[in-house]
């Protein structure tokens, strides 16, 4: 492992490549090595991503495509979540099962130590995510695993963790849309990476990006790029501790989110954001104070999505205009502001 994230703050994403009915693992291989050529230093799989009776597909995949560039690179992998079958997915995150995913992960990658190791979901009911983590600490000092994280974890769970377990990495959804975080918070302060996916929002909204945000949009046109990428690289810019991964269904689409590291961010493109919510900031303006912006943000984001006036969301008390709270109770800063941002159709597939 060359580096753990950090340098390499764009991971592609293989949920794609195994999950579709219709995969093509020769154009995934390709769409791999269109990445790792343009740039892309980090990668993301799982023993979910996978079809029915294939666990290690999308380990394969990765290993097939990177070649002896694995050791170059930033491979990250999770278990304790496996597909049953074709629409159910199950969790087991007893040691044991844990220890067999790190073992036949080590086997798919082709590698004597894995980069970094998930456990994909917490499932406190059946086997209590301490004893899980706890069992991942003790595979990363006998050297089988190089760091270790969390994925779709509660605050409350990491905060319970602290004092048992260092964790290196959380990976959560996340995109502008949210404007309070408490686990990119706790990232901060704790010193882990924040490894967010669907950075994007989602693929259903995709053509109307321009139109939620027409100052993102002039900025992108000026500079001779996609929405989506400065979209990408405004999620970047909230926190030196955050990461995304994204997905890619041609290797066209992997060359332009490569292009996201090296996207400057200027207090230009933090004020067109800005400019994007001023409708619903002057229509609110009664709501500023310390949660304000916070409010603004997320009270605009509903509107834009449902077609209704910010002020009918706050009257009607479907946005929550009391009460709201910022990442651990801090006000966002300018150029924090975050709102929503829809998925170009290809660029994310994960889970």
């Given at each position: 492992m060359s580096v753990l994230l950090g340098d390499a703050r764009v991971a592609l994403g293989g949920a794609g490549f195994?999950?579709?009915?219709?995969?093509?693992?020769?154009?995934?291989?390709?769409?791999?090595?269109?990445?790792?050529?343009?740039?892309?230093?980090?990668?993301?799989?799982?023993?979910?991503?996978?079809p029915v009776g294939d666990p290690v597909h999308n380990e394969r995949l990765f290993a097939r495509a990177l070649g002896p560039s694995i050791l170059d690179v930033t491979t990250a992998t999770k278990g304790g979540h496996y597909r049953r079958d074709h629409d159910h997915w199950g969790t087991d995150n007893s040691p044991e099962r844990l220890r067999r995913?790190?073992?036949?992960?080590?086997?798919?990658?082709?590698v004597d130590r894995l980069d970094l190791f998930y456990l994909h979901r917490a499932d406190d009911e059946?086997?209590?995510?301490?004893?899980?983590?706890?069992?991942?600490?003790?595979?990363?000092?006998?050297?089988?695993?190089?760091?270790?994280?969390?994925?779709?974890?509660s605050i409350d769970q990491l905060e319970r963790l602290?004092?048992?377990?260092?964790?290196?990495?959380?990976?959560?959804?996340?995109?502008?849309?949210?404007?309070d975080s408490p686990v990119l918070a706790w990232c901060e302060a704790n010193g882990a990476r924040f490894v967010a996916y669907s950075p994007l929002g989602g693929a259903s909204n995709a053509h109307r990006l321009a139109s939620l945000?027409?100052?993102?949009?002039?900025?992108?046109?000026?500079?001779?790029?996609?929405?989506?990428?400065?979209?990408?690289?405004?999620?970047?810019?909230?926190?030196?501790?955050?990461d995304v991964v994204v997905g890619a269904g041609r290797p066209k689409t992997a060359v332009e989110a490569a292009s996201v590291l090296d996207e400057p961010?200027?207090?230009?493109?933090?004020?067109?954001?800005?400019?994007?919510?001023?409708?619903?900031?002057?229509?609110?303006?009664?709501?500023?104070?310390?949660?304000?912006?916070?409010?603004?943000?997320?009270?605009?984001?509903?509107?834009?999505?449902?077609?209704?006036s910010p002020e009918t969301l706050a009257a009607t008390g479907s946005s929550p205009v009391e009460g709201a709270s910022t990442s651990a109770g801090r006000a966002p800063s300018r150029g924090r502001l975050r709102v929503s941002v829809p998925d170009q159709r290809d660029i994310l597939i994960s889970l």
């Open positions: 195994s999950l579709r009915d219709d995969r093509d693992d020769g154009s995934s291989v390709a769409t791999i090595r269109a990445g790792l050529d343009a740039g892309i230093r980090s990668f993301d799989t799982a023993r979910a991503y996978a995913d790190v073992l036949d992960s080590l086997g798919a990658l082709g059946t086997v209590p995510t301490r004893e899980s983590m706890e069992a991942l600490a003790e595979m990363r000092s006998e050297g089988l695993t190089a760091a270790i994280g969390i994925s779709n974890a602290t004092s048992h377990v260092s964790i290196d990495a959380v990976q959560n959804q996340y995109d502008l849309a949210h404007p945000f027409p100052a993102l949009a002039s900025r992108a046109e000026l500079r001779g790029i996609s929405v989506q990428r400065l979209v990408l690289r405004a999620v970047l810019a909230t926190s030196p501790a955050m961010w200027t207090a230009d493109d933090a004020s067109a954001v800005d400019a994007d919510v001023h409708e619903c900031v002057r229509s609110l303006a009664g709501l500023r104070g310390t949660n304000g912006s916070a409010t603004v943000a997320r009270t605009c984001t509903r509107a834009r999505r449902s077609e209704q």
